[in-house]
């Protein structure tokens, strides 16, 4: 037997088990998306018909479909930029070497990302309640009066945002971390020396080094941060006045709540689609940076 050979064979188990428990599902939600699958068609698979590319029509004419996405670009818009500034921040402190108790910060700091959303959704949800929650009280002693957090239309995105970018920096900050103990430290003395402030340092030295775990994070926290719904899930049902309405959570309600399947399919190869697209552009654009600077 042949190398090539044994190296198949020793795929074929993962090489199957992908097959099974994600192309499959794939190809047959992709199926869906194309027909009208709905709870009579669950009762009676006679009833499905095939409706070609309309569930994708209907949607894109939908005005529920167009605040959905507007919210989930809001959402990473300001969320992607403020999880990657913060994991940076806290990982260039950890890394610094007058840094005290850095496996109890780097602890500390990593447990919300191994902790379940729905529970750190629910304490969040009591923190910024209206009426007692800590938010609220400690803001009364500045003489604030209380806002409505997680009611007010206009509130009620940030402090999602604000709660997942608490809720996921650790996982960034580790990354960037090992990233920056990789850069060596020669540089940043050569660059002392020649009288380099630290800024410059971390412009000169710090970004182009982290070139590639940038693109790495940046790609992975929007590809996440796309994909909202346990949040706004548990935090405000979507609300209020469906500002927080995520394309996920139309999915969601398109698919379990209304029992319409392959408008949720389509919804779902929509989201697909941008989440490619938005990749695909910051992978050239990071080719040009490379092009650019050779």
Same mark, same amino acid.
């Given at each position: 037997?042949?190398?090539?050979?044994?190296?198949?064979? &020793?795929?074929?188990?993962?090489?199957?088990?992908?097959?099974? &428990?994600?192309?499959?599902?794939?190809?047959?939600?992709?199926?869906?998306?194309?027909?009208?699958? !709905?709870?009579?068609?669950?009762?009676?698979?006679?009833?499905?018909?095939?409706?070609?590319?309309?569930?994708?029509?209907?949607?894109?004419?939908?005005?529920?479909?167009?605040?959905?996405?507007?919210?989930?670009?809001?959402?990473?818009?300001?969320?992607?930029? *403020?999880?990657?500034?913060?994991?940076?921040?806290?990982?260039?402190?950890?890394?610094?070497?007058?840094?005290?108790?850095?496996?109890?910060?780097?602890?500390?700091?990593? $447990?919300?990302?191994?902790?379940?959303?729905?529970?750190?959704?629910?304490?969040?949800?009591?923190?910024?309640?209206?009426?007692?929650?800590?938010?609220?009280?400690?803001?009364?002693?500045?003489?604030?009066?209380?806002? !409505?957090?997680?009611?007010?239309?206009?509130?009620?995105?940030?402090?999602?945002?604000?709660?997942?970018?608490?809720?996921?920096?650790?996982?960034?900050?580790?990354?960037?971390?090992?990233?920056?103990?990789?850069?060596?430290?020669? *540089?940043?003395?050569?660059?002392?020396?020649?009288?380099?402030?630290?800024?410059?340092?971390?412009?000169?030295?710090? *970004?182009?080094?982290?070139?590639?775990?940038?693109?790495?994070?940046?790609?992975?926290?929007?590809?996440?941060?796309?994909?909202?719904?346990?949040?706004?899930?548990?935090?405000?049902?979507?609300?209020?006045?469906?500002?927080?309405?995520?394309? *996920?959570?139309?999915?969601?309600?398109?698919?379990?709540?209304?029992?319409?399947?392959?408008?949720?399919?389509?919804?779902?190869?929509?989201? &697909?689609?941008?989440?490619?697209?938005?990749?695909?552009?910051?992978?050239?654009?990071?080719?040009?940076?490379?092009? $650019?600077?050779?």
């Amino acid at each position: 037997m042949n190398r090539q050979r044994v190296a198949w064979l &020793f795929l074929a188990p993962a090489l199957i088990v992908l097959g099974l &428990f994600f192309l499959l599902p794939v190809i047959a939600a992709l199926a869906l998306s194309l027909t009208d699958y !709905d709870i009579y068609a669950l009762a009676n698979i006679h009833n499905l018909r095939f409706v070609a590319l309309s569930n994708y029509w209907l949607l894109l004419q939908r005005p529920l479909f167009w605040s959905a996405l507007g919210h989930t670009v809001y959402f990473v818009a300001i969320g992607v930029p *403020l999880s990657m500034g913060t994991s940076l921040g806290a990982a260039m402190l950890l890394n610094s070497p007058l840094a005290k108790m850095k496996p109890f910060f780097r602890t500390a700091l990593f $447990a919300p990302v191994v902790t379940t959303v729905v529970a750190m959704a629910v304490i969040w949800r009591y923190l910024f309640n209206t009426k007692y929650g800590m938010a609220n009280y400690v803001l009364g002693h500045f003489g604030v009066h209380p806002v !409505d957090w997680l009611g007010d239309p206009h509130w009620a995105m940030p402090t999602i945002i604000l709660f997942a970018v608490w809720k996921n920096f650790g996982y960034n900050m580790i990354i960037f971390l090992a990233g920056l103990q990789a850069i060596p430290i020669d *540089l940043y003395e050569a660059a002392r020396i020649d009288g380099a402030s630290a800024w410059q340092q971390f412009r000169h030295i710090t *970004l182009p080094m982290l070139g590639p775990t940038l693109l790495m994070v940046s790609i992975l926290t929007v590809s996440g941060y796309f994909q909202l719904f346990a949040e706004p899930y548990v935090m405000t049902e979507g609300g209020p006045l469906q500002s927080t309405t995520s394309v *996920l959570y139309l999915m969601y309600e398109e698919g379990f709540k209304w029992w319409n399947l392959g408008s949720a399919s389509a919804v779902a190869f929509l989201l &697909f689609v941008m989440m490619f697209a938005v990749t695909a552009l910051m992978l050239r654009l990071s080719k040009r940076g490379e092009g $650019a600077d050779a």
